[in-house]
C-alpha cells in the first residue's frame, strides 16, 4: 500500500519516516528516544503508531529482535510469505519474500495438519558489505 493512499496521523508520519531512514531495526524505546524532540512523549504513543502502520503494511516487526522496520516491499503484505536476513554485525534487515519457501512451509503444514496463522522467518548471519569489511582487515 503507497503511503499517497493513506493518510497517516502525525505521529505515525514520524515513526514512519524514522524508519524509514534508519540502517537498522529499531525498537520502540529507541524511536520514542529519537522523536521526543518531536513531541512524543510516551511509549503508547509509539506502539499505536507502530500497530497502525503494520496494519496498513507500512512496518514489519522482527519478533527475534522486538524490533521494527520499514516496509521494503510495498506488496509484500498481499504474499504468503516475508522474511527477514538480519545481519549480526551491522544490524541491518534485508527483506525477502519467496513463493518457493512459502510453498514448502504450506505443504509441511498442510500434511502435518498445521493451520498456520502467520509466517515469520528470520535469518542471522553476516551480510555481504560486513564480510567484505571482515575480510579486509
Avoid at 503511503?3 to 520502540?28: F, I
Avoid at 510469505?81 to 498442510?110: N, P, Q, T, Y
Amino acid at each position: 500500500m503507497a503511503t499517497a493512499e493513506v493518510k497517516l496521523t502525525k505521529n505515525q508520519r514520524l515513526v514512519l519516516d524514522l524508519l524509514c531512514a534508519s540502517d537498522a531495526p529499531m525498537s520502540a524505546y529507541a524511536i520514542l528516544d529519537q522523536l521526543r524532540a518531536e513531541g512524543l512523549r510516551a511509549p503508547l504513543q509509539v506502539y499505536r503508531a507502530l500497530d497502525k502502520l503494520i496494519g496498513i503494511g507500512l512496518v514489519h516487526r522482527l519478533e527475534s529482535m522486538n524490533a521494527f522496520v520499514a516496509c521494503a516491499h510495498p506488496s509484500c503484505h498481499s504474499l504468503e510469505m516475508v522474511g527477514f536476513a538480519i545481519c549480526e554485525e551491522c544490524g541491518k534487515a534485508l527483506e525477502f519474500a519467496d513463493s518457493d519457501i512459502a510453498e514448502i512451509l504450506s505443504e509441511w503444514a498442510g500434511t502435518n495438519g498445521f493451520l498456520a496463522k502467520s509466517t515469520s522467518i528470520e535469518i542471522k548471519g553476516t551480510c555481504a558489505a560486513c564480510q567484505t569489511a571482515t575480510e579486509h582487515l
